[in-house]
């Protein structure tokens, strides 16, 4: 009796730990954050956020997604008319390696995770980068994590939540978003 008791214990016991474990990993890419900037738990729940756009180069093939903050904006007509996103609108952009489908030689999809950009408007915390703060992180997959990317990633990224004003100046007129809401 006392040996089937301690099996049961043990049994348990190692449960709880795997569970905890399990617990610990999923929760771990919401504790990471860009020196000095965006933290990815501020991004709680993106994954299920409504596609913007999708976009494609001979290195990653992406998603862009918005909250609904944003998504609100795209259907407002910003920033295609000249208005400013308001603050709290976020968006998402998923990189993975591009892959052939195997059923159909002709398509591409997502393969390997390479990392998720950031943006946030916010323009009292981000004056002085138009009002957004960027961040990336890369994914590990032999860890299953995600870090702040570095200067030595693809596209090479400061660390701090400005990391990406310098490239999006460019569409300064379009409140420094690039991607356009395709019509649905």
Known sequence: MKRKSLRVSLYLVVFL????????????????????G???????????????????????????????????????????????????AKMAKIHWAPKQNEFFPDATVPGALVNVDFMVKDAKRFADSGGWGYAVFDYDA??????????????????????GFACHTTVKAKDYVFTEYGKR
């Open 142 to 163: 032999a860890s299953d994590t995600f870090k702040p990317g570095t200067m030595a990633g693809t596209p090479p990224q400061g660390n701090d939540a400005k990391c």
């Open 38 to 88: 965006l933290a990815f738990s501020e991004f709680r729940g993106y994954e299920a956020w409504q596609t913007i756009s999708l976009s494609r180069n001979q290195k990653v093939v992406a998603v862009i997604l918005g909250n609904p903050a944003m998504i609100d904006a795209y259907r407002a007509g910003i920033p295609g008319n000249g208005k400013p996103v308001p603050d709290g």
């Open 17 to 36: 730990t795997v569970l905890v474990a399990l617990a610990l990993a999923a929760a771990d890419k919401y504790t990471v954050k860009v020196p000095g």
